[in-house]
């Protein structure tokens, strides 16, 4: 396998890496990564083929939002990585909040991102500020080291959420966790739960039931429906309830 180094910084929330790859996850091309320094690849684009979408959840949260909503016209998105969402996205209202600003930076310089919907911060703190009722979708698709931020996933920041969607509007996660195995994504499920009366958890298969994958929750004010053959593999999994996760003080 050859690996091409193009950046690397250590920054105040993130270890930084983007390099270029003959070969990722068995699949042979020519893709440029980011990559953070626990070794999860945060995003790839496929140099060969620059439209293409690689990761299966990107495509998976897609078909979501566009089955349940249609036409969603107004975004907002917590977490920018290398911009797949944003970029199929960018004929819509989209406003992209990226606390890492080498992160947005690299996203524009490596990984072919528009600078108009990108605003550095916090992205809880940029969502108050809006007006309610503004969008079709918010979406929440950041991470650190650990994880989602605590302040990402508690009862508080759902309630904002709520009030910022319209009546049929949707909020979408993507999460990082062990399925069955893992108490904090039973315990986020369970505080989606206290917020939105439809909730749906959707899981990537893997081989071990203790084994980290991607996770997608769906929470609505209105029935969440979808095809199951354009979930990009993903299943319908239900957690069980946990604790509700507050803000802490």
């Not at 068995?26 to 690689?54: C, M, S, T, W, Y």
């Not at 960018?90 to 992160?103: F, G, M, P, S, Y």
Request: proline share 4%; hydrophobic share 40%; with cysteine.
């Amino acid at each position: 396998m050859i690996v091409q180094v193009l950046f690397h910084q250590v920054t105040p929330h993130a270890d930084i890496t983007v390099y270029e790859t003959d070969r990722l996850y068995g699949e042979k091309g020519h893709f440029r990564v980011l990559q953070f320094a626990n070794a999860d690849v945060q995003g790839a684009l496929d140099l060969n083929n620059p439209e293409r979408i690689v990761f299966e959840y990107p495509r998976a949260i897609i078909h979501l939002l566009e089955h349940h909503l249609g036409d969603l016209q107004h975004i907002f998105m917590i977490g920018q990585g290398i911009g797949t969402l944003s970029r199929y996205f960018a004929d819509r209202h989209i406003q992209v909040a990226e606390l890492n600003r080498t992160v947005a930076e690299l996203s524009i310089e490596y990984f072919g991102c528009a600078r108009d919907p990108l605003w550095i911060g916090d992205g809880r703190e940029l969502l108050e500020r809006q007006p309610d009722h503004q969008y079709d979708s918010v979406i929440v698709d950041a991470f650190d080291e650990s994880g989602t931020p605590n302040q990402l996933v508690s009862l508080e920041f759902f309630t904002l959420v709520q009030h910022k969607l319209h009546e049929q509007g949707a909020l979408i996660m993507n999460l990082i966790g062990r399925g069955t195995h893992d108490t904090r994504i039973h315990a986020i499920y369970t505080t989606i739960c206290e917020v939105f009366p439809h909730v749906r958890c959707f899981q990537l298969p893997v081989e071990k039931n203790s084994d980290v994958r991607n996770i997608i929750m769906m929470g609505s004010q209105t029935l969440i429906q979808y095809q199951s053959r354009q979930l990009a593999g993903f299943t319908e999994e239900q957690p069980d309830y946990a604790y509700v996760i507050r803000d802490e003080y």
